[in-house]
């Protein structure tokens, strides 16, 4: 099609045939104009001029056809996806999640009408500019922020981190998702801790391996009870085998500060991860968390050792204090953005290769997979005989 009909043409030919006439020529226009090469800027006038004269000559079905078949253009003008924009109907977000390309004039318009299905996929566009990015962060809705979360286009920094950071602490969709991203430290997921899946709390704690953290408010409660870090594994030991997780839950209440209810996620939590971070908290070595968390923790026989093997090298990794900030996180005590200072970075950033070989050795519970270590296969068969005995 070369060039246009001049516009008068346009006019009589609608005036002449009426409505199904207009219906047609808008929808052949349309059809056209999606077909051509690009078009020059005088042809885009042209059309943007007889398009904005035919849309409100046709009927509804007519414009969101002709909507539809002009959104496949890949040489549409901030006008012309205005267009198409306000004709489309039902299929609006169809068009925004497929189309190639969108100006950003034309996105910052559409997120200013608060439509949150169409904006939330904007949020998942990979070639979102700055000012629209903006805009969809100051918005007040969680199906925006799980797409943000989910756009690995987007790199977490400054504002942006601090934003979904905190959405995570109120939407465990957004935690999960995080959760999974190479490219987000998996330390500020603290506060969504007991909204995370096992193999996602395992990240959190590693997150805090081998780093430096801000002193934590707890650690004068920590003092206290450290002269008595034996009697508390004992306690702890034997209220587990006696499954009298009520008692551990009051017991906790008493020694952290936090709520019984978490208190009591810590207490029923049988796959450890919680209960880790309090033992480590308190100064307890390996030794004497792993004799704790034998009792208390509820994996089957293919998985138990490969769990007590990852807890034994987390006692190794990851240090009183950090776990004692992560427990303070939990109180609402520190600012977890403290750590994106840099004296408190993670000692290594994994690169795509190495996070890839250590998924391809992670088990479905989320542990990294080891050799059998001789201490925990012998703690595991003292365990069994002392059950059988009691059986008996």
């Known amino acids: 099609m070369i060039g246009f009909q001049p516009y008068e043409t346009f006019q009589l030919l609608i005036e002449s045939g009426g409505t199904d006439r207009a219906n047609t020529l808008l929808i052949a226009a349309c059809d056209a104009f999606a077909r051509r090469g690009k078009p020059h800027a005088i042809e885009i006038e042209q059309f943007e001029e007889l398009a904005i004269r035919l849309f409100p000559s046709a009927d509804q079905a007519a414009r969101m056809k002709a909507a539809a078949t002009l959104g496949r253009s890949h040489y549409l003008s901030p006008k012309l996806e205005q267009v198409v924009i306000e004709n489309i109907g039902p299929d609006l977000s169809l068009y925004l999640e497929e189309t190639p390309f969108l100006s950003e004039q034309t996105m910052v318009g559409l997120i200013s009408t608060q439509n949150v299905d169409a904006c939330a996929v904007l949020a998942g566009r990979s070639d979102l500019g700055n000012v629209a990015l903006s805009k969809l962060f100051q918005m007040n809705s969680r199906k925006v922020y799980r797409a943000l979360a989910d756009n690995r286009a987007i790199h977490p920094r400054g504002p942006y981190l601090n934003a979904l950071a905190r959405s995570a602490q109120m939407d465990h969709k957004v935690?999960?998702?995080?959760?999974?991203?190479?490219?987000?430290?998996?330390?500020?997921?603290?506060?969504?801790?007991?909204?995370?899946?096992?193999?996602?709390?395992?990240?959190?704690?590693?997150?805090?391996?081998?780093?430096?953290?801000?002193?934590?408010?707890?650690?004068?409660?920590?003092?206290?009870?450290?002269?008595?870090?034996?009697?508390?594994?004992?306690?702890?030991?034997?209220?587990?085998?006696?499954?009298?997780?009520?008692?551990?839950?009051?017991?906790?209440?008493?020694?952290?500060?936090?709520?019984?209810?978490?208190?009591?996620?810590?207490?029923?939590?049988?796959?450890?991860?919680?209960?880790?971070?309090?033992?480590?908290?308190?100064?307890?070595?390996?030794?004497?968390?792993?004799?704790?968390?034998?009792?208390?923790?509820?994996?089957?026989?293919?998985?138990?050792?490969?769990?007590?093997?990852?807890?034994?090298?987390?006692?190794?990794?990851?240090?009183?204090?950090?776990?004692?900030?992560?427990?303070?996180?939990?109180?609402?005590e520190v600012n977890l953005l403290d750590l994106e200072k840099p004296q408190y970075s993670p000692f290594a950033q994994s690169g795509r290769r190495t996070s890839e070989a250590a998924a391809a050795q992670q088990t479905p519970d989320g542990f990294r997979k080891q050799e059998q270590d001789p201490v925990i296969t012998q703690a595991v068969e003292a365990l069994e005989r002392l059950r059988l005995r009691r059986a008996s």
């Not at 908290?281 to 968390?293: D, I, M, N, Q, R």
């Open 175 to 332: 935690a999960w998702t995080l959760a999974t991203r190479d490219d987000f430290d998996k330390a500020l997921l603290a506060p969504a801790f007991f909204d995370l899946r096992e193999e996602d709390r395992i990240r959190v704690i590693n997150a805090f391996a081998l780093r430096k953290t801000p002193d934590a408010p707890i650690k004068k409660t920590i003092e206290q009870v450290s002269v008595a870090v034996h009697e508390l594994t004992a306690a702890l030991m034997k209220l587990f085998s006696q499954n009298r997780r009520a008692e551990v839950t009051r017991l906790l209440t008493q020694i952290t500060g936090l709520d019984e209810i978490r208190c009591g996620q810590i207490a029923h939590d049988v796959s450890g991860a919680a209960l880790f971070v309090v033992l480590r908290a308190f100064g307890l070595s390996g030794h004497e968390g792993l004799k704790v968390l034998i009792h208390a923790t509820s994996h089957d026989e293919q998985n138990r050792s490969e769990a007590l093997s990852a807890y034994a090298k987390l006692f190794q990794n990851v240090s009183a204090d950090a776990m004692a900030f992560l427990l303070s996180s939990w109180r609402g």
